[in-house]
T-cell receptor, first 114, second 110 residues
Framework: ETGVTQSPTHLIKTRGQQVTLRCSSQ?????VSWYQQALGQGPQFIFQ???????GRGNFPPRFSGLQFPNYSSELNVNALELDDSALYLC?????????????FGQGTRLTVV | SQQGEEDPQALSIQEGENATMNCSYK?????LQWYRQNSGRGLVHLIL?????REKHSGRLRVTLDTSKKSSSLLITASRAADTASYFC??????????FGAGTRLFVKA
């Protein structure tokens, strides 16, 4: 176990709805990254938060947004869900911006959009 | 398109054999990491190699990095059935982005 927990583990939503996914970081980690992984593909970088500020973003539309809280836990919000948003969403925490260190991943949230 | 591309896409070997996976990338990197993923679950970090390093070892794992060719390889020696998983390389690039490849699916037959 990595100490990174994600909730919920599984979720089914209807197209057009909004969803919030949650991630708690490993103790001592102040950076959280979110990834989307479609079936059979590698994880795609969504964005990264460092000390409550977004400091890196991948090629995802603005309806993908996030927050990082003072305790360094994080949320991923997706508005106006589309069928293609169905995927495994992974968060990873690490020890800091500019520090070359490994990232620890949670087990993911499996989102199905119908 | 993916920054990292793993090769082969799939690999099937017998227990005890060595498995070699390759990763190529396109832009300058800060570091390169290899991860393992079992059955669509969370990723497990295996090894990190910095851009100024050429080779690293960790147990049965050996990673090489050739920045002139923009490529890396992961060697798993004396493979075991428990090594069956998907393996991904991930490159950290400027702008605090970590880019994953599509992965190599390794199947180790007992």
């Amino acid at each position: 176990e990595t100490g990174v927990t994600q909730s919920p583990t599984h979720l089914i939503k209807t197209r057009g709805q909004q969803v919030t996914l949650r991630c708690s970081s490993q103790s001592g980690h102040n950076t959280v990254s979110w990834y989307q992984q479609a079936l059979g593909q590698g994880p795609q970088f969504i964005f990264q938060y460092y000390r409550e500020e977004e400091n890196g973003r991948g090629n995802f539309p603005p309806r993908f947004s996030g927050l990082q809280f003072p305790n360094y836990s994080s949320e991923l919000n997706v508005n106006a869900l589309e069928l293609d948003d169905s995927a495994l969403y992974l968060c990873a925490s690490s020890r800091g911006q500019g520090v070359i260190t490994e990232a620890f991943f949670g087990q993911g949230t499996r989102l199905t959009v119908v | 398109s993916q920054q990292g591309e793993e090769d082969p896409q799939a690999l099937s070997i017998q227990e005890g054999e060595n498995a070699t996976m390759n990763c190529s990338y396109k832009t300058s990197i800060n570091n390169l990491q290899w991860y393992r993923q079992n059955s669509g679950r969370g990723l497990v970090h295996l090894i990190l190699i910095r851009s100024n390093e050429r080779e690293k070892h960790s147990g049965r794992l050996r990673v090489t990095l050739d920045t002139s060719k923009k490529s890396s390889s992961l060697l798993i020696t004396a493979s075991r059935a428990a090594d069956t998983a998907s393996y991904f390389c991930a490159t950290e690039i400027a702008g605090f982005k970590t880019i994953f490849g599509a992965g190599t699916r390794l199947f180790v037959k007992a």
